[in-house]
């Protein structure tokens, strides 16, 4: 290929005076009366696109003063730099090659307005092609290698765990079942129940809710390790917070404990901020003036700050004694709430706080019991302008404490064999945490729906494209 | 976190006579008559344990003539060049604390002993702990961060394509459904067909084959993308290539052809290679030493060599000629099969070789027709020892053309109306390539079974943990 990214030609990376060729897509024409076009060239590179010179001279130049926004083009010409303001470079065109026109421009979806988020919404397949979900995509992109660089430079071993379970562990609760049986014809068993053992799998199967558990197995022996793929929940959540389908990343550590964990929380949340306001500079100021003003201030403020750390308990005497009115009350052992967490977070420490040792009753079985009896070791990441963004814990190493925690809830052990063979054989203290990729999306963007940072969003009677 | 890896131990990046606390599993103990015990610790972050010395006269040195394998431990001491053969750094360890016993060693199953690899699959939660799966993760762990670099530095945005997918595009045959009806109790229409109107997306939905159909909707707004996820085949394929959930990397590129994407087909092999044959050694060797003789050698002999490019029908007469009895007899218009392409790479190029111009009517309707009116812009790269690695094509830009072939083939174009939109407006040449990335990871550790390069393999009858 012998075109070159518009994002080296802004960066400065050419020569000025060389002869380039970029390929994209038209934002904007517009045509002076002195014969000259001005096209604005855009290839996703980065946030800017860069503009053309044409002059009347070119053999088709009637075909260029057609172009209208989303028409493909490759333009070959000089690099020099702008004379207008705005970009530091812009190309004077020696030929305009048109690839691709737009069928009834009057009607293209994606026309040079400003289009309401539920109108891009309904054209997920074209909606890239806007400033907005470009600018959200090269973020979320650069969001996502950073997590990777994050793990990989700390010898963190990327693990796919399984999509679809069969595994008891998780609880059928809010899951997708994965079946090839033929609903018209459904086998069934003497009983007359559905007979799951001529499904795919011989049972049962549903997507799978969290890598965690097979995680652990992992972390048993490779130490150190962190997934990175989709997670499902069946839920009919209609709130701008909540997707059918979602990713996480879930490390998980050997010899870690909660501060432990609780660090590393820390420390990769602020080297992937930090990464975004290195790298995607361009989108960010565009976020900051379209979507959220503080969208860059904020990441500074929560990369240069230190967390607080706070234990649940004193978290409950902080919100019984601030004299502010919730709409849930506050005691000890609830769970706190969206308000309470930002109450925290914004107001009281000013700063992303870890909250620790939950009630036991309100957590998972495999969090690790604290010596009090009533906590188990449990953290929440609580930040400024959202609110949760990681929960983790220590898990449960002990298997007679686990064992009798799996009984206390009318769980079956049978049903944890190998979660509990982990406990069994060389088992050490581990802990790890999960972080929902759209929500940290949707925080560093300030775009206020899941939907919008994920290409084709899922949810309840929503699965196009 | 106070110990530190392994790996950074045995690379000398830490100074002799440092005193060091290391964390992990015994793998072998062995006692000296002179009152010494040799513990060789593994921690899962290379490919070696390192030696703990361990004198008797420590307090607890009972214990520690107690230890097994898989008993977890935390040792503290002196890093001293080593005396003995093997390594060049040990621990002459002044405490070593027990954190988890081996209930049982006599029947754990992941003794210190060689396993059959059926066996290991078997406990797929453990096998982790082995020699063989360790360094099988490593090396996944490394090509998965060398695919993600190599976009990443090129450019490319990663896309989450949807897993979960209600389009028609994709067709329904071999895929699994997604539901979240109750199955004992169906809904249905006043005709009696089940009422999928009902179900949580309102209508049939699958797990996703391909993301390629999505990634052609990005690439035509950011120029270039890839996918790296999770995708699904409901196939009834006992083989040692086949999964019903296997990963794929597909690579999309606006303005590219099919010569543009064999290059980056060979570039990104080459790379990710290097990658492995730089950061994993340790690994590659145990794989060349134990598992295939040519692990290591034929990597640089593929890093090293241009491929070969051949048209197909350029092949099928090489095949024809080549005095060689094949089992599936080759003529014009027939699909390669392994014998073929493993004779085209080892015996007649000998070299990887790029397959191109298949015949249209034995491939997918999106591929882009050729001028001879006969084969389309299709590619396989073909590699000696595997055969098919990577399969690619450039495709149909042009809508009159696409439309013309979808009439052919009998699929309705109103279920392709946003993958037709894309060529309305603003069409550019656009190509891409599939590689299945556990066959990928099956080459190059000589692994002979898919199922033994991810961490809990899914296939017909099996979906355990």
């Known amino acids: 290929m012998s075109h070159i990214a518009i994002t080296e030609l802004l960066k400065g990376t050419v020569a000025v005076d060389s002869q380039v060729t970029v390929k994209g897509w038209i934002r904007t024409r517009r045509d002076s009366k002195a014969g000259i076009s001005f096209l604005a060239v855009h290839d996703g590179s980065c946030f800017n696109p860069i503009q053309a010179v044409v002059p009347n001279s070119l053999n088709n130049y009637d075909e260029v003063t057609n172009l209208t926004a989303g028409c493909s083009v490759s333009v070959t010409g000089k690099l020099v730099e702008s004379q207008g303001q705005g970009q530091a470079f812009e190309i004077q065109a020696d030929t305009v090659e048109v690839i691709g026109l737009v069928e009834n421009p009057d009607t293209y979806p994606m026309a040079a307005k400003r289009h309401s988020i539920e109108f891009l919404r309904e054209h997920a397949h074209l909606r890239p092609r806007t400033n907005v979900i470009g600018a959200v995509t090269r973020v979320r992109n650069c969001l996502s290698q950073a997590i990777h660089r994050f793990f990989h430079e700390r010898g963190y071993m990327w693990i796919s765990t399984p999509i679809i379970t069969a595994s008891d562990c998780e609880g059928a609760g809010e899951m997708f079942r994965v079946s090839t049986l033929d609903m018209q014809n459904l086998p069934l068993t003497d009983k007359g129940d559905i007979d799951y053992a001529e499904d795919f799998f011989g049972k049962e199967a549903f997507l799978t809710v969290s890598g965690q558990l097979n995680g652990e197995t992992y972390a048993s022996a490779m130490s150190k390790i962190y997934t990175f793929g989709p997670t499902f929940r069946a839920e009919n959540s209609n709130t701008s917070r909540h997707l059918a389908e979602f ?212 949810t309840k009677g929503n699965a196009n494209y």
């Open 247 to 458: 990713w996480m990343v879930e490390p998980e550590v050997a010899f870690a404990d909660l501060e432990d964990i609780a660090s590393l929380a820390e420390d990769m949340l602020k080297y992937v901020f930090k990464a975004v306001l290195d790298e995607r500079r361009d989108d960010m100021e565009f976020f900051a003036q379209r979507i959220e003003k503080t969208a860059i201030s904020r990441l500074e403020e929560f990369v240069e700050k230190d967390f607080a750390q706070v234990d649940y308990t004193d978290a409950i005497t902080i919100l019984e004694n601030c004299g502010k009115k919730f709409e849930f009350p506050v005691e000890w052992g609830v769970d706190l709430q969206s308000e309470h967490e930002r109450y925290l977070a914004e107001e009281h420490f000013k700063a992303p706080v870890v909250i620790k040792n939950y009630p036991r009753d309100i957590k998972a079985f495999y969090m690790r019991q604290n010596e009090d009896g009533k906590t188990v070791a449990a953290m929440d990441v609580v930040a400024p302008g959202i609110g949760e963004i990681i929960g983790g814990s220590q898990r449960e190493e002990r298997l007679d404490v686990l064992d009798a925690r799996l009984e206390e809830m009318g769980l079956h052990k049978e049903d944890y064999s190998w979660y509990r063979d982990l406990r069994k054989y060389g088992t050490v203290p581990h802990s790890g945490f999960g972080l929902g990729f759209e929500r940290l999306v949707a925080y560093v963007t300030g775009m206020g729906n899941v939907r919008d940072v994920i290409a084709f969003p899922r």
